[in-house]
């Protein structure tokens, strides 16, 4: 029964990933990951391997089968206990050495998705700024605005523009309301609480506490409560 | 309600087909830069929304919405892709572009051994199916009435 509740419960969950502001040339200025939502899959295997593993971008990822959890993309990031860093394990060992070596198994695996760097970060906010503008460019109707609304099988994304060209954007579930309340709050909390910094130089990253607090503070709320409450 | 245009592309991103029925501006490129220009934004879309979505996405992208169009995306497991644009109050479109393809495409692409699969679609069977699938749909809806 309460198991039923609780898969009930998380199909109608609330959530807000993070939060992206990016300024006027496109660069990412503030980001805030609210929930970080955790897939980490450890598991047993016999010889041989029944998953297809490739070393790409300093990372070890499964290129082909899926099992318990492990999807393609996933990254390998321990092998039994230790840490996996580019192939090579904490004791030196190749990665790829220890999966072919036989007498080695069975090994414990743990794969996750990956997490975002700080330096992917910036170069999917400023990715994001041509598609805005071609998606205006492309559209079939005149005076079009730029992308308000994506949505993925995952996740929803808004996109707030400022009239000053920052965008504010939402990343959050689909079933979340009054995101676009919240980005408009946000930028009332920016005008507050950054641009009134005196110690804040515009186009550069946000480093102001009394943002990130009040952020947080909002974020929480319209997750409990809705955007009314505010 | 109105259906602006729509764009097939082939796994390559080679426009297969494309026609418009309530479409008002122009981008004042030719069809293929124009073509182009569409199929290198949504490869972008698709692997922005791969690297921003916080768990494994099954779908991927889906649609996006401006103030004034709403542009639907149809990606099919063999990599064909469908791009329907609408106003912003169509309803279920997604389904929409489903029957295009099973309906239309299937039957009088696939199911006709004198089209090859890599050209864009010269027949004109197609060509009216699709018309008569898409002004038939209650999505479908004249601005001039």
Same mark, same amino acid.
């Not at chain 1, 605005?145 to 689909?174: H, N, R, W």
């Not at chain 2, 949504?42 to 921003?52: D, T, Y």
């Not at chain 2, 109050?89 to 699969?117: F, G, M, T, W």
């Given at each position: 029964m309460i198991v039923v509740l609780n898969k009930i419960l998380n199909s109608y969950k609330m959530v807000i990933y993070s939060i992206y502001v990016v300024s006027k040339s496109g660069g990412l200025i503030f980001n805030h990951d609210h929930t970080v939502s955790k897939t980490e899959n450890e598991k047993s295997f016999s010889y041989p391997l029944d998953l297809k593993l490739k070393y790409e971008n300093k990372r070890i990822i499964v290129e082909f089968g899926q099992r318990d959890g492990i999807r393609p993309g996933h990254v390998l990031y321990e092998v039994n206990g230790k840490e996996v860093t580019n192939r090579q394990l904490d004791d030196g060992q190749d990665v790829f050495e220890v999966l072919e070596n036989r007498e080695l198994y069975p090994l414990t695996l743990k794969f996750r998705r990956p997490k975002m760097t700080t330096n992917e970060k910036i170069f999917l906010a400023s990715m994001f700024y041509p598609l805005f503008a071609i998606a205006s460019q492309l559209s079939p109707e005149p005076k079009c605005s730029g992308i308000e609304i994506l949505e993925a099988d995952t996740f929803k994304l808004y996109c707030f523009q400022t009239l000053t060209g920052v965008k504010m954007m939402a990343v959050a579930d689909k079933n979340q309301s009054g995101v676009e309340l919240l980005l408009k709050k946000i930028y009332e909390l920016y005008a507050d609480f950054a641009l009134k910094n005196p110690f804040y130089s515009l186009e550069m990253p946000i480093r102001c506490e009394l943002f990130e607090t009040n952020l947080k503070s909002v974020l929480d709320v319209v997750e409990k409560s809705g955007i009314t409450n505010i | 309600m109105?259906?602006? #245009?729509?764009?097939?592309?082939? !796994?390559?991103? #080679?426009?297969?087909?494309?026609?418009?029925? &309530?479409?008002?501006?122009?981008?004042?490129?030719?069809?293929? +830069?124009?073509? @182009?220009?569409?199929?290198?934004? /949504?490869? =972008?879309?698709? =692997?922005? $929304?791969?690297?921003?979505?916080?768990?494994?996405? @099954?779908?991927?992208?889906?649609?996006?919405?401006? =103030? !004034?169009?709403?542009?639907?995306?149809? +990606?099919?497991?063999?990599?064909? @892709?469908?791009? /329907? #644009?609408?106003?912003?109050?169509? %309803?279920? $479109?997604? +389904? /929409?572009?489903?029957?295009?393809? #099973? %309906?239309?495409? $299937? +039957?009088?692409?696939?199911? &006709?051994?004198?089209?090859? /699969?890599a050209q864009p679609i010269e027949s004109e069977i197609f060509k009216e199916k699709l018309d008569t699938l898409i002004k038939l749909s209650p999505i479908y809806f004249s601005k001039s009435i």
């Amino acid at each position: 029964m309460i198991v039923v509740l609780n898969k009930i419960l998380n199909s109608y969950k609330m959530v807000i990933y993070s939060i992206y502001v990016v300024s006027k040339s496109g660069g990412l200025i503030f980001n805030h990951d609210h929930t970080v939502s955790k897939t980490e899959n450890e598991k047993s295997f016999s010889y041989p391997l029944d998953l297809k593993l490739k070393y790409e971008n300093k990372r070890i990822i499964v290129e082909f089968g899926q099992r318990d959890g492990i999807r393609p993309g996933h990254v390998l990031y321990e092998v039994n206990g230790k840490e996996v860093t580019n192939r090579q394990l904490d004791d030196g060992q190749d990665v790829f050495e220890v999966l072919e070596n036989r007498e080695l198994y069975p090994l414990t695996l743990k794969f996750r998705r990956p997490k975002m760097t700080t330096n992917e970060k910036i170069f999917l906010a400023s990715m994001f700024y041509p598609l805005f503008a071609i998606a205006s460019q492309l559209s079939p109707e005149p005076k079009c605005s730029g992308i308000e609304i994506l949505e993925a099988d995952t996740f929803k994304l808004y996109c707030f523009q400022t009239l000053t060209g920052v965008k504010m954007m939402a990343v959050a579930d689909k079933n979340q309301s009054g995101v676009e309340l919240l980005l408009k709050k946000i930028y009332e909390l920016y005008a507050d609480f950054a641009l009134k910094n005196p110690f804040y130089s515009l186009e550069m990253p946000i480093r102001c506490e009394l943002f990130e607090t009040n952020l947080k503070s909002v974020l929480d709320v319209v997750e409990k409560s809705g955007i009314t409450n505010i | 309600m109105t259906i602006h #245009n729509i764009y097939i592309f082939n !796994k390559n991103g #080679n426009l297969l087909y494309y026609n418009e029925w &309530n479409r008002i501006k122009q981008t004042g490129m030719t069809r293929d +830069e124009e073509a @182009k220009l569409m199929y290198g934004m /949504l490869f =972008s879309i698709k =692997s922005f $929304v791969n690297k921003i979505s916080p768990t494994d996405p @099954k779908d991927g992208f889906l649609y996006y919405k401006t =103030s !004034k169009y709403t542009l639907h995306y149809f +990606e099919t497991l063999t990599g064909l @892709k469908f791009v /329907l #644009n609408t106003d912003n109050h169509a %309803q279920s $479109v997604r +389904e /929409l572009l489903q029957q295009i393809y #099973n %309906q239309v495409y $299937v +039957e009088y692409v696939v199911k &006709n051994p004198l089209i090859d /699969l890599a050209q864009p679609i010269e027949s004109e069977i197609f060509k009216e199916k699709l018309d008569t699938l898409i002004k038939l749909s209650p999505i479908y809806f004249s601005k001039s009435i």
